[in-house]
Nanobody
Framework: QVQLVESGGGLVQAGGSLRLSCAAS????????LSWFRQAPGKEREFVAG???????TYADSVKGRFTISRDNAKNTVYLQMNSLKPEDTAVYYC???????????????????WGQGTQVTVSS
């Protein structure tokens, strides 16, 4: 099990940028697949971006070209750089982790065992 703590959320105007960070405890960070999810008011939590063990990345179509996920195994941290933000990006953002023996993407909420507490991102128009 790994403990996750997100930071970096806040209020930003449309077109602006934010960088979210998710710091993980534990010494086996490199064996975890990592992802960012988000949940807007009244909506289900949805996949945003994910990283395999080796650092290959995948994105939801709604954020492709605007968001960038990256991981730093030496710092036990995964990041989400968010550019060209839109009001519809407003949500609570969560990082998620799961141990994996395979260099695979995991896009489903049910596939993750460990979650952070979430950080609020609000984009004003």
């Amino acid at each position: 099990q790994v403990q996750l703590v997100e930071s970096g959320g806040g209020l930003v105007q449309a077109g602006g940028s934010l960088r979210l960070s998710c710091a993980a405890s534990g010494r086996t960070f490199s064996t975890y697949a990592l992802s960012w999810f988000r949940q807007a008011p009244g909506k289900e939590r949805e996949f945003v971006a994910g990283s395999t063990l080796s650092g290959s990345y995948t994105y939801a179509d709604s954020v492709k070209g605007r968001f960038t996920i990256s991981r730093d195994n030496a710092k036990n941290t995964v990041y989400l750089q968010m550019n060209s933000l839109k009001p519809e990006d407003t949500a609570v953002y969560y990082c998620a982790a799961r141990g994996s023996a395979f260099d695979s993407y995991y896009r489903l909420e049910s596939q993750y065992s460990d979650w952070g507490q979430g950080t609020q991102v609000t984009v004003s128009s």
